[in-house]
T-cell receptor, first 114, second 113 residues
Framework: AQSVTQLGSHVSVSEGALVLLRCNYSSSVPPYLFWYVQYPNQGLQLLLKYTTGATLVKGINGFEAEFKKSETSFHLTKPSAHMSDAAEYFC????????????FGKGTRLSVIA | NAGVTQTPKFRVLKTGQSMTLLCAQDMNHEYMYWYRQDPGMGLRLIHYSVGEGTTAKGEVPDGYNVSRLKKQNFLLGLESAAPSQTSVYFCASLKTGTYDEQFFGPGTRLTVL
């Protein structure tokens, strides 16, 4: 069965600093991997996804993530944090069958300090 | 397109009362999902549907029932609400044949007293 571990339930960075949100997954087959963002009192919005091909994936709002099979990781990064990045971020995994629901991590709340 | 909509946005129930949450999507998606979100727990799948007339259990199905009588609608029912069902409920939909993003509704905040 798949599972997702997000290290750190809360991450705080200064405005302009590097953002690094960690995600490790467990899957018996090659996974599809996703990062979603949730702004306060809203639903989830897709930031980026990895299915096949290039392991460095670029998403919206300057975020990117790299799929590292050897480390079973899919960490999310952004070179320079902006105040508007403050939100909760969820990593999710699914088997590449197209018929398997997503399994979400518990989420990481990102705070950005001015 | 309205995308995924959820009704109601907020609700307060007393223990033992019943209610139905409605999810509607206008994107002609085959797959639909119900999740609950609790602090520190992420999103957990309650039930899902891979097409009209089909439903399946997710990770936390107990105390909930669902129906998918029409492709565009996915209903989540609580027959006898319990305080443990206080949560934020999200519906999502996905187009078959792609492994694209799930589109999420805005959520329903349910409090059971």
């Amino acid at each position: 069965a798949q599972s997702v571990t997000q290290l750190g339930s809360h991450v705080s960075v200064s405005e302009g600093a590097l953002v690094l949100l960690r995600c490790n997954y467990s899957s018996s087959v090659p996974p599809y991997l996703f990062w979603y963002v949730q702004y306060p009192n809203q639903g989830l919005q897709l930031l980026l996804k990895y299915t096949t091909g290039a392991t460095l994936v670029k998403g919206i709002n300057g975020f990117e993530a790299e799929f590292k099979k050897s480390e079973t990781s899919f960490h999310l990064t952004k070179p320079s944090a902006h105040m508007s990045d403050a939100a909760e971020y969820f990593c999710a995994v699914s088997l590449n069958s197209g018929n398997t629901p997503l399994v979400f991590g518990k989420g990481t709340r990102l705070s950005v300090i001015a | 397109n309205a995308g995924v909509t959820q009704t109601p946005k907020f609700r307060v129930l007393k223990t033992g009362q019943s209610m139905t949450l409605l999810c509607a999507q206008d994107m002609n998606h085959e797959y639909m999902y119900w999740y609950r979100q609790d602090p520190g727990m992420g999103l957990r799948l309650i039930h899902y549907s891979v097409g009209e007339g089909t439903t399946a259990k997710g990770e936390v199905p107990d105390g909930y029932n669902v129906s998918r009588l029409k492709k565009q609608n996915f209903l989540l029912g609580l027959e006898s609400a319990a305080p443990s069902q206080t949560s934020v409920y999200f519906c999502a939909s996905l187009k078959t044949g792609t492994y694209d993003e799930q589109f999420f509704g805005p959520g329903t905040r349910l409090t059971v007293l």
